[in-house]
T-cell receptor, first 116, second 115 residues
Framework: AQKVTQAQTEISVVEKEDVTLDCVYE???????LFWYKQPPSGELVFLIR??????QNEISGRYSWNFQKSTSSFNFTITASQVVDSAVYFC?????????????FGKGTRLSVIA | DTEVTQTPKHLVMGMTNKKSLKCEQH?????MYWYKQKAKKPPELMFV???????INESVPSRFSPECPNSSLLNLHLHALQPEDSALYLC??????????????FGPGTRLTVL
């Protein structure tokens, strides 16, 4: 069975601080895909990253970086020098079916508040 | 065009009304999705269409009826809803299903209130 755990329900930081959002996943498949989405107050989910299980390279995109560690089944997301516009709910998600018949499994989300 | 549009943005309806939600994308995506999201919860998948055919129905009550008239358009017809159906309804699309899963692109959602 697939499961995604985002243990941090809410995080509050002061602007310019770095913040890491944790994501731990469970799957029995050797091939799987992990995603991060951002949901600002407007409601739309914004795709941030897709990573497959064979690619353990960490990724950096501007102030965002992702640390994928298969040994600990974690796919953590770090925002460097946070800004007020980063305030949102962030979801980690997992899918392990290349046929597409298994939908995305979302974690419960982490609400990030960045205070000016 | 790299977006998914949804109309209306807000909808208030009574339990005896019939209404429809509309979703449109022009990215050439062949998989389209409906999700329901309650406050402070993650999105829950309702339906998946692949190449205009219903691929997944997550045991959704028949008062929700999806329709995919063409590859760009996805509708959700609502009839005899209950107050507990009040939620944000999100539409998404992705490149396709097989060979994926591919990242899904979401619309802004329709915030539905059932009185």
């Amino acid at each position: 069975a697939q499961k995604v755990t985002q243990a941090q329900t809410e995080i509050s930081v002061v602007e310019k601080e770095d913040v890491t959002l944790d994501c731990v996943y469970e799957t029995r498949d050797t091939t799987y895909y992990l995603f991060w989405y951002k949901q600002p107050p407007s409601g739309e989910l914004v795709f941030l990253i897709r990573r497959n299980s064979f690619d353990e390279q960490n990724e950096i995109s501007g102030r965002y970086s992702w640390n994928f560690q298969k040994s600990t089944s974690s796919f953590n997301f770090t925002i460097t020098a946070s800004q007020v516009v980063d305030s949102a709910v962030y979801f980690c998600a997992l899918s392990d079916d290349k046929s597409g018949n298994t939908p995305l499994v979302f974690g419960k989300g982490t609400r990030l508040s960045v205070i000016a | 065009d790299t977006e998914v549009t949804q109309t209306p943005k807000h909808l208030v309806m009574g339990m005896t009304n019939k209404k429809s939600l509309k979703c449109e994308q022009h990215m050439g995506h062949r998989a389209m999705y409906w999700y329901k999201q309650k406050a402070k919860k993650p999105p829950e998948l309702m339906f998946v269409y692949s190449y205009e055919k219903l691929s997944i129905n997550e045991s959704v009550p028949s008062r929700f009826s999806p329709e995919c008239p063409n590859s760009s358009l996805l509708n959700l017809h609502l009839h005899a809803l209950q107050p507990e159906d009040s939620a944000l309804y999100l539409c998404a699309s992705s490149f396709r299903l097989a060979g994926g899963p591919y990242e899904q692109f979401f619309g802004p959602g329709t915030r539905l209130t059932v009185l």
